[in-house]
C-alpha cells in the first residue's frame, strides 16, 4: 500500500530524519548490490553502481522544501564538457568539482583528490554521497563536522554562507539560528553543495597556511597534500604538522582516534614515539589515498 506524506507539513527534524532514512537505505542497497554483483550484459561487466539508485542530492532540494539554492549546489548532470577531468565512476560530479574549483582557484585534480580521499566509496569506486561516519558526527562527501560545516556557513564569503544566507538560516549576527541547524546540516548529503564547501574549506585553510609562512607550494601535488592535511586535521594542527610535527601527546590522541588505541600503542611502541608513529601513519595514509594524478586526462 502506497502512502504519501504531506512534506510541508514536517517539522525540519522530521524531515531531516526523512532524508536519513533515504540515505541509509540507499547506502545499504549499494553494500548489497557490491557484494552480489550486477549481470553481465553483452559479456561485459557493469558496474555494482547503477542509475537506478536515489539522487540523493535532488532529493535533499525536494525533502527540505526550501527555495532553491545557486546551481553550483545541484548534482552536477552527466558531463562530457569537463576540462581536463577524468573523475572515472565519478563523471558525473565533474562539472561540479569544475565549477568549485574555478570559482575558489584551486587546481580541478587537486580537489577531486581531496574528496575522493575524504568520501565513502562503493565497490565500483563510485562516491556515497550518503555516507556518516559512525564514530563522528562526519557526514557528505566531504566528510564535515557538523561544528564545522556550521562554521562554513557562518563564514562570509563561502558559498554555504550564500546558501544560508538566502534561504533565512542565519540570524542577524551572522549565526546559524537553532531552528535551521537540522536543515543545514542535512545539506551536507547534497553532493553539489558538499564539493563546494570542500572547495572553500580548502582555499581558507591553504591561505591560513601560507600566511603563516608555512611552505605550501604550487604543484598539483603540493596544494592537494597541504589542503588536505588542512582539511584531515585541522589549520592549526596542519601547520605543526608541516613545521617539524606534533607534539606527542597531541599526536598519540589524533592516532588513537584513527586506527583505535591498541593499534595506536603498538606503532607508538614500534616507532619510539607517538609523534614518528603518527606521522608514519598519516603520510602513508596519504600516499594511498590522496592521488589527483589520476583525475587529469
Known amino acids: 500500500m502506497n502512502r504519501s506524506v504531506d512534506l510541508k507539513a514536517l517539522s525540519p527534524a522530521a524531515r531531516t530524519e526523512l532524508i536519513y532514512g533515504v540515505a541509509k537505505r540507499a547506502s545499504e542497497l549499494e553494500l548489497w548490490r557490491s557484494a552480489l554483483g550486477r549481470q553481465p550484459v553483452d559479456?561485459?561487466?557493469?558496474?555494482?553502481s547503477g542509475g537506478s539508485l536515489i539522487d540523493l542530492g535532488a532529493l535533499v532540494q525536494v525533502l527540505l522544501g526550501a527555495p532553491a539554492a545557486p546551481?553550483?549546489?545541484?548534482?552536477?548532470?552527466?558531463?562530457?564538457?569537463s576540462g581536463a577531468l577524468n573523475l572515472g565512476?565519478?563523471?558525473r560530479h565533474a562539472g561540479a568539482v569544475q565549477a568549485a574549483a574555478e570559482r575558489t582557484g584551486l587546481p580541478a585534480a587537486a580537489l577531486a583528490a581531496i574528496v575522493d580521499a575524504e568520501a565513502a566509496k562503493a565497490g565500483d569506486g563510485s562516491w556515497n554521497v550518503g555516507s556518516r561516519n559512525p564514530r563522528s558526527s562526519a557526514a557528505g562527501l566531504g566528510q564535515f563536522l557538523s561544528g564545522t560545516w556550521v562554521g562554513e556557513a557562518e563564514r562570509t564569503g563561502t558559498h554555504l554562507h550564500e546558501v544560508a544566507t538566502a534561504r533565512g538560516w542565519l540570524d542577524r549576527g551572522g549565526r546559524v539560528r537553532a531552528d535551521t541547524r537540522e536543515a543545514l546540516l542535512a545539506l551536507r548529503l547534497d553532493p553539489g553543495t558538499s564539493i563546494q564547501a570542500t572547495a572553500d574549506y580548502a582555499r581558507g585553510n591553504l591561505d591560513r597556511l601560507r600566511q603563516r609562512g608555512v611552505p605550501v607550494g604550487d604543484g598539483i601535488e603540493e596544494v592537494a597534500r597541504a589542503a588536505y592535511l588542512a582539511h584531515h586535521l585541522g589549520a592549526g594542527d596542519a601547520q605543526r604538522f608541516l613545521q617539524g610535527g606534533l607534539d606527542g601527546g597531541r599526536a598519540a590522541t589524533l592516532l588513537a582516534a584513527q586506527v583505535g588505541a591498541g593499534a595506536a600503542a603498538r606503532r607508538i611502541a614500534a616507532t619510539g614515539g607517538a609523534a614518528s608513529a603518527h606521522r608514519e601513519w598519516l603520510n602513508a595514509y596519504v600516499g594511498r589515498h590522496l592521488r589527483p594524478a589520476t583525475f587529469t586526462v
Do not use: V
Request: without cysteine; hydrophobic residues 30%; proline residues 10%.
Open 89 to 91: 565512476a565519478n563523471q
Open 43 to 48: 559479456g561485459q561487466a557493469t558496474p555494482a
Open 71 to 81: 546551481a553550483a549546489t545541484s548534482n552536477a548532470p552527466e558531463t562530457t564538457n
